[in-house]
């Protein structure tokens, strides 16, 4: 199948390529990940998902079909949400940055390409790719380290998993082009005074995040074929959704966090 702009996040493209989206969606929780493979589940659109594509659209020279394919972003009268006029602040900010916007200009943006990781095809989309970088735009709401609680504080692009989806990109762009490209975050925030921050992520952290993506990919290729059934994680938005009861639970199991799970396997 031939990728465009127009097919590139189609049910068919999703079922023909794994993607960093999938991926992230496949290490969160197989079943949701196989049903929005399948068209059959969609994350809601956050508010925080739209203004970061709303920015995204607009470096991409796509604000007119953005704002049409998101009607949810205008008030009743027709107007921008104030959450859309702050992220048109945002703009204004990073294009007043000669050094950060100069991350931004000269390259291809939104180039997609397709290239294969562990025996698995993949497709990226990049923001911007240039002849010696690829970079990577992220509105956030600050720059905070965040607390995981099975990593303890990590700073917001491992917390997001920006990393990995650089390995990928630098791997695919690498087979595409024949070099190694070094991956670069241009972040921006949403706080009331926006701040701005440009992050080479290091060539040994990428270098981690492609093996162990390598060791994931072939299961979860696995599993998206239907050889293995896809477990469900029991705690997210798709696993509620679609969770049966088959029993009462306990009055201890309330106090931990996994006694959905519980109910589904007793
Ligand atoms: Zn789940």
Known sequence: MILTAENYHSIEANKAYMSVSQLKAFDECEAAAIAQVNGLYRNTKTTSLLVGGYVDAFFAGELEQYKEENPEIFCKNGTLRAEYKKADLIIERIQSDDYFYS???????QPIMTGTIAGVEFKIKIDFLHDDKIVDLKIMKDFAPIYLPNRGRVNFIEAWHYDLQGAIYQEIVR???????????????KEDETDLANIPVPQEVLDFELESAIERIPYYHAVKT?????????????????????????????CNNDFSKDVEER
């Open 103 to 109: 991350f931004m200009v000269g390259g291809e943006i």
């Open 175 to 189: 087979q595409n082009i024949g070099k190694r490209l070094p991956f670069y975050i241009n972040a921006a925030t």
């Open 226 to 254: 239907g050889v293995f059934e896809p477990e469900r994680c029991g705690v997210c938005n798709y696993c509620k959704r679609t969770k049966k009861l088959t029993g009462s639970v306990t009055w201890d199991s309330l």
